[in-house]
């Protein structure tokens, strides 16, 4: 009886997914509320995870209850520590969600919500929750390994090293695409500014707390920490209020970029404890409140969405960027579907801390379902925006007009109606000085959250909610640029100490210095050619951005087929191997567009060549041309970038083929490098 | 009653989690240990150098 009825439960999830699907995809001309997109992604995530996933679990990895995991054979008591499933699940949902999954489908929306929201629901669940549960459980029965340490042992020495010169590359376009994200959301605000400027004494304030007045305190010193930021929201209305504080922060696109710059090489190069950690415990809670708060926020009010299924920029001329629906609109989307990042994260500090095999199941599945959920939460902040606003925020002056009025003509002219005067209207509501232009996805992300969070508690503190939703976005999108500096540097210093070892010890001081300057110069370099770009820079930016993700996912799928093929020669290589074939036409489509599409507004070397023609027939000003040389070094330096991926991908495929066609021709052993079999001894109780 | 305990009991033990607190308190066990500022240092810097060496999901 019992087994019927789940039956029929599923079957009605399955009908529910259906039609929530059908009247999605069917609905055209009049706004349809946002439930319609929750229910279709929660039914169809439910069914992904109770079937495919433990198909996944139960018939290919056979995951055994039985077989003690790292976390109980290892138990160190720091690392290696068996942990409750829900527990372990959260934390690894903190360590996985990033602005990735917020942001790209805020810009992918300019296609319209359908596109964007149907790769996020079926991504998820074919691709990206495949992806991290299959390297999280390599991981698990290989000891807790990392991703370039499997690529090495299942692939290759060329494959291992491949990965990490291409997991660092990726690092520096991510930083540099994060930080433009930031100054964005930061120029000319002195509301946001100080907030964002004020968290980081709050950030000191709280190192010397936790070291030296009441040490071990986190919970209670982020508390403080919390509480002190949301004093720094309500102050920064004053600041930026008062005529002698004001210009102290309102700051431009440059000056922003050179102070993030500089707090990168000093957040990277000052002990952790007294910056880094501090932020870092403050923004996970800020992150994980604020997810919250954004689900329960959308169920009870359950906003209408504005924006239509698809707009006229599917032809592939949109102003957030350029380039049709395949590719871009996968590209852009990145982490909300599949991210080669939590490639990284799925082999990190979670194999060591599962308890029980099958933990695994619903912390390496379940947990990007999640983050899809978080994606589609994104997509519906986005549209609930009026269309017109929506392109008002997101679009650059090189493209819509350098004064408001052209601004909102040009965007009228296409369909999406909206005055100066409404614009105004809204800066005013949330305390800024103007909306036009602010490229990058979080302002128009902050303004859609505010929208449902106001409709809740009053359009009085509609200014309260954007600055909330602008600082929540910036501290911890901060957190990752310091955080990630830091360990750029590490990268940096593990290639180079093969050439000579004392280059690679991280606590030698001049290596500190050198390497933290090389790491932030990188990054630095692209922030100063996004900030520079006249089209935004998000434009060029964020797609190298998401093919760069995107092929470090495909490193950790081919790692992933590698192993299946090794487990079960090709009875379930398409498991893995059809996202990665779809990964790989993606991204080289992609790729290929953004170097050689004559298009300028699309290839970056039709974009050096029309300028370089410009400069050359004069219809470029002379006080220009330095300008003009700098971007056209930027264009061909993007292109170069872009081709290096493909051939360090390139690489790792041909490496990762050579291996599958050897062990499904019998010529090369399917060694399955796994940690041999010891039987649990874990009670149910000790979790 | 009994549920809306359990969830209490795993939300707070998901924020100890994320804030080391529980970390700390198993290596303050396994090292038989008394809490101290200067423990709480050791721990905290092998703890840090660890976290903070592997990259930040985006």
Known sequence: ?687 | MTRLREIVRLLAGLLRELADESAYQRHLDRNGCQHSAGEWRRFSEARLSAKYSSPKCC
């Not at chain 1, 102050?235 to 710059?261: C, D, E, H, K, R």
């Not at chain 1, 009870?300 to 599917?314: D, N, S």
């Not at chain 1, 692209?526 to 089209?535: A, E, S």
């Not at chain 1, 070094?633 to 599958?660: M, P």
């Open chain 1, 1 to 687: 009886m019992k087994r019927v009825l789940a039956y029929v439960a599923w079957a009605a999830v399955a009908l529910a997914a259906a039609f929530c699907l059908a009247g999605l995809a069917l609905n055209r001309g009049e706004p349809i509320n946002s439930i319609w997109l929750l229910l279709a992604a929660s039914c169809i995530y439910l069914l992904g995870f109770r079937f495919y996933g433990k198909f996944i679990a139960a018939r290919v990895m056979a995951l055994n209850d039985q077989r003690a995991t790292p976390a109980e054979r290892l138990r160190d008591g720091v690392d290696f520590e068996p942990t409750n499933k829900w527990i372990l699940l959260g934390h690894h949902f903190a360590a996985i969600a990033g602005p990735g999954p917020l942001v790209g489908p805020v810009l992918a929306a300019q296609f319209g919500y359908l596109p964007g929201t149907l790769w996020i629901i079926l991504g998820a669940v074919l691709g990206g929750a495949v992806q991290d549960f299959v390297i999280l459980f390599a991981s698990m029965r290989r000891d807790g390994k990392s991703l370039g340490q499997m690529a090495r042992e299942e692939i290759g020495r060329v494959g291992g090293f491949t990965a990490l010169l291409t997991v660092l590359l990726i690092m520096i376009i991510l930083l540099a695409v994060v930080a433009l994200v930031v100054v964005n959301a930061l120029k000319g605000s002195p509301w946001g500014t100080f907030t964002i400027v004020a968290t980081m004494p709050i950030a000191v304030f709280m190192g010397l707390y936790l070291r030296y007045w009441r040490p071990g305190k986190v919970l209670e010193c982020s508390v403080i920490g919390f509480v002190l930021v949301m004093a720094s929201i309500f102050l920064g209305q004053t600041v930026s209020q008062s005529a002698a504080l004001a210009p102290w922060f309102t700051l431009s696109g440059m000056a922003l970029a050179i102070a993030i710059i500089v707090y990168g090489f000093f957040a990277s190069a000052l002990p952790v404890w007294l910056l880094l950690a501090p932020r870092g415990y403050l923004s996970t809670f800020v992150k994980l409140g604020v997810l919250l708060l954004l689900a329960a926020g959308i169920l009870i009010v359950r906003p209408q969405l504005q924006l239509p299924a698809f707009t006229r920029f599917v032809d592939g001329n949109g102003p957030i960027f350029a380039g049709k629906i395949f590719p871009f609109c996968f590209i852009t989307i990145a982490c909300g579907a599949i991210s080669g990042f939590h490639s990284l994260i799925s082999s990190g500090t979670t194999p060591k801390m599962i308890a029980k095999e099958w933990h695994a199941w619903p912390v390496g599945y379940g947990s990007m379902l999640l983050e899809g959920f978080v994606a589609v939460m994104a997509m519906i902040a986005a549209s609930v925006m009026q269309p017109g606003v929506f392109f008002a925020v997101n679009s650059p002056a090189g493209i819509v007009g350098t004064t408001p009025a052209a601004a909102a003509a040009t965007i009228s002219a296409w369909g999406f109606p909206v005055t100066p005067a409404e614009m105004q209207a809204l800066a005013r509501d949330v305390g800024e000085q103007t909306l036009f232009y602010r490229t990058g996805g979080a302002p128009s992300l902050a303004l859609g959250m505010a929208h449902i969070f106001a409709r809740g508690g009053g359009r009085a503190l509609v200014g309260f909610w954007y600055h909330f939703a602008i600082m929540f976005e910036a501290l911890f999108i901060l957190t990752i640029v310091d955080a990630g500096t830091r360990v750029g540097r590490f990268m940096l210093q593990d290639l180079l100490g093969h050439v000579w070892a004392p280059l690679g010890r991280t606590s030698w001081m001049p290596g500190v210095i050198v390497f933290s300057a090389a790491i932030v110069g990188a990054w630095g370099y692209f922030l100063y050619q996004g900030v520079r770009d006249p089209l935004g820079g998000i434009n060029s930016l964020w797609p190298l951005f998401g093919i760069a993700n995107q092929l470090l996912a495909a490193i950790a799928l081919c790692v992933a087929t590698t192993i299946l093929i090794k487990m079960h020669s090709a009875r379930y290589l398409w498991i893995t191997s059809i996202p990665l074939a779809w990964l790989l036409l993606v991204t080289f489509t992609a790729a290929w567009q953004k170097i050689f599409s004559p298009v300028p507004a699309i290839g970056f070397l039709a974009q050096a060549d029309k300028l370089e023609n410009a400069l050359r027939t004069g219809a470029i000003a002379a006080t220009k041309a330095v300008e003009t040389r700098a971007l056209i070094f930027n264009a061909r330096l993007d292109a170069a970038l872009c081709g290096i991926f493909l051939v360090l991908v390139t690489t790792i495929l041909i490496d990762s083929v050579r291996v599958w066609i050897g062990i499904l021709r019998g010529r090369r052993e399917a060694t399955v490098r796994e940690a041999p079999f010891v039987l649990s001894q874990l009670r149910a109780e000790e979790l």
